[in-house]
């Protein structure tokens, strides 16, 4: 397992490997790794020859007051983690190189539309510096495929239409969100809740399964549904940012005839954002009573 903390270096090891054919694949994060991440190595191993995993906390997509100072680090526990687990290659860029123009008047990629909605109305700014670092990451490591999880299901979507609008030859694969036994979708912000907000949490997945189940049944209003979540959630340690009923392809307002459906939602524990989506399927079409 080889450690890149330049660009140098890496852009080195990569024209090696595509010298001699080897595909890549690209598992991004921020470090603090849990099992969602090692997840996406597992799978990253099986579709490549090569695998890559980065690790680098983005400033440029915490907007003003968010946590980014306080995000957990482990880089001496990130490399532990790995160090048995087959891949080929740790980069750890340097944020002075990566962003040689400042994090201030740097060149940013922006996504139109998609970006400025859910997460994006509440963290102005922020799906522009995913889009940015991804971008970078992918311009120099070049991989075949990239993978990401399921729980940040918007970001996912970013990156596709980036991708996809950038001709960049590059497949991104999203896996399912990995949970605790108790269903609260793993982060590594998870870290920050406190003994009593950890029991709450767990609420959150269990107040989307109940919905998502009754948006199966299609017994109520899509607003009813949210409404009864918002009750659910919007009261003692947690305080809902927002909940939502979207299509899966494209995030916008669910209509008649839809099938494939997902609830995103955002919450809040003191100071800790969490972030969870569960996706449905409906056995028939969205009906008009629905919407």
Not at 206 to 221: C, F, G, R, V
Request: glycine share 6%; charged share 25%; proline share 4%.
């Amino acid at each position: 397992m080889k450690k890149s903390f330049d660009i140098q270096s890496v852009r080195e090891t990569i024209r090696e490997w595509h010298v001699s054919g080897e595909s890549i694949a690209l598992v991004p994060t921020m470090g603090n790794l849990h099992k969602g991440h090692l997840s996406l190595l597992t799978h990253a191993k099986k579709i490549a020859a090569k695998t890559v995993v980065s690790i680098f906390v983005n400033p440029i997509q915490f907007g003003h007051g968010e946590d980014y100072e306080r995000y957990p680090s482990s880089l001496d526990e990130d490399f532990s983690k790995l160090a048995g687990a087959g891949l080929d290659l740790i980069f750890v860029p340097d944020l002075e190189e990566l962003y040689p123009g400042g994090i201030s008047d740097d060149t940013r990629v922006t996504v139109p539309a998609i970006s400025e909605i859910l997460c994006g109305e509440f963290r102005p700014g922020h799906f522009s510096g995913v889009a940015t670092v991804v971008a970078k990451l992918l311009t120099n490591i070049r991989p075949n495929f990239a993978l990401f999880g399921d729980k940040d299901f918007q970001q996912v979507l970013v990156i596709r239409r980036m991708v996809e609008d950038l001709l960049m030859p590059v497949e991104i694969i999203s896996l399912p969100t990995v949970r605790e036994k108790d269903g609260l979708a793993m982060s590594s912000r998870n870290a920050h809740l406190k003994v009593d907000e950890r029991l709450h949490a767990k609420g959150i997945f269990e107040a989307l399964t109940i919905m998502a189940q009754k948006l199966q049944d299609q017994a109520s209003k899509i607003s009813i549904l949210e409404k009864e979540y918002r009750s659910a959630i919007d009261c003692g340690e947690m305080r809902l940012e927002y909940v939502s009923v979207r299509r899966q392809s494209d995030l916008e307002y669910a209509r008649v005839g839809d099938r494939e459906l997902i609830i995103l939602t955002a919450v809040w524990l003191d100071e800790t954002r969490l972030i969870d989506n569960v996706q449905v399927v409906l056995k028939e079409p969205l009906r008009e009573i629905n919407v």
